[in-house]
């Protein structure tokens, strides 16, 4: 058997010991005779299942009781695609705080139902980013304010849970949930599809204040009605089964890995081995500004875009995979999920300092 480093953007990196415990019990889940894969959601197997990861998870992130806890499909994009027509609660406009890409296809989705003021943009600093909190020209009547806590793409990430006031606070942490202690109670609404720091693509994580549910608008098909999916329990109709049992396994290796405090520490570890050594010299660059730099992914450039091609396939057979920048950037970037070791990237940059020596 091989495995390679991955440093896929998402799907990403799963923790090897969750994959093993998938592959041990594939074929019988714990002797019931049948994968999870081929069990009816219905039964007392997968219930059991189901809750289990939403306790875990409640446990993990610290989730209050008034808190609903959801297990949705439509990734992300489906999430920030219906969240207005939930939210908006008969007000007019949303606010947007855009560092990244993200971000401006959520607001471009939210325009579709509602008023978009964009409060703050590093866009003119191709979102290099975040602006200052005290710069963001927030409406106190708006439905809510839409972040992106981690920017994929641009490798731009909040440092800290921004606080809003009366106005709830929807992020979408797709990429970087999960990655260190966080205040749940600073938001109204959080979504992640799972596949970077949780589990299988398939299943997005809604954590959604319950007073903030049961308003949406008429014309909301029920599918995408937190409220109809909170009293259903998240089975209104068939869930991803397969993906929330393996998010339920990654839940349980936090808790046995020391919460997200000890995921936290790793994770601020392994993110300054590889800043500190692109900080060091003149081959590489990351263009984000040191406090806003994203623990989660880290975009860099080469000092000569033509050695792009060279450095991939040198990165190829060093067994270091999914470098490749965001098509729109360019460049490289390494994403550094919860799974990544620190041995990952010490190999990376390893890799990357050998190729600087030959090339530089
Ligand atoms: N938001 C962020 C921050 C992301 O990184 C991604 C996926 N890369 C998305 C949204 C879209 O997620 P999905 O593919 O699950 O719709």
């Known amino acids: 058997m091989k495995r390679i480093v991955n440093f896929s953007a998402g799907p990403a990196t799963l923790p090897f010991e969750v994959l093993q415990q998938v592959q041990a019990e594939l074929l ?7 994968s999870v894969m081929e069990m009816s959601h219905r039964d007392k197997e997968f219930m059991s299942i189901a809750q289990a990861a939403e306790a875990d998870l409640r446990e993990v992130a ?7 806890v ?18 908006l609660r008969g007000k ?3 606010d947007f705080v855009l560092t990244g890409d993200w971000g401006k296809k959520a607001a471009k989705e939210a325009a579709r139902y509602a008023k978009v003021n964009v409060a703050a943009s590093s866009e003119t600093d191709k979102f290099a980013n975040v602006p200052a909190r005290a710069s963001w020209k927030l409406d106190p009547g708006a439905a809510y304010v ?9 490798g731009v990430e909040f440092a800290a849970d921004p606080d809003t006031g009366a106005v709830p606070l929807v992020a979408d942490m797709s990429s970087n949930i999960l990655s260190r202690p966080f205040d749940v109670s600073k938001y109204g609404l959080i979504y992640a599809g799972a596949q970077k720091n949780i589990g299988p693509s398939g299943v997005t994580i809604v954590i959604v204040r319950d007073d903030l ?26 869930p991803p089964c397969f993906a929330w049992y393996v998010s339920g396994l990654v839940f349980k290796w936090i808790k046995d890995n020391g919460g997200l405090k000890g995921v936290g520490e790793r994770n601020a570890a392994k993110a300054a081995l590889l800043y500190d050594y692109i900080d060091s010299q003149d081959f590489y660059r990351n263009p984000v500004a040191k406090a806003d730099r994203s623990r989660m992914n880290v975009p860099f450039t080469l000092a000569n875009p033509e050695l792009d091609a060279e450095f991939l396939k040198g990165a190829k057979a060093a067994e270091l995979s999914g470098l490749k920048g965001h098509r ?11 799974a990544m070791t620190l041995e990952g990237v010490r190999q990376l940059v390893d890799y990357m300092k050998e190729f600087a020596r030959i090339r530089a």
Request: net charge negative; hydrophobic share 35%; with cysteine.
């Open 92 to 94: 007019q406009g949303i």
């Open 70 to 87: 959801l297990f949705m499909q439509g990734g992300a994009t489906g999430q920030f695609s219906f969240i207005p027509m939930n939210l």
């Open 62 to 68: 610290g989730i209050q009781a008034n808190y609903k």
């Open 328 to 338: 729109s950037v360019g460049g490289m970037r390494a994403s550094l999920y919860n």
């Open 146 to 154: 839409h972040i992106t806590s981690n920017e994929t793409i641009h």
């Open 28 to 34: 019988d889940w714990q002797g019931c005779g049948m």
């Open 213 to 238: 549910i049961g308003q949406a608008a008429a014309n909301t098909p029920g599918i995408f009605d937190y409220k109809q999916m909170a009293d259903n329990e998240s089975m209104l109709n068939t």
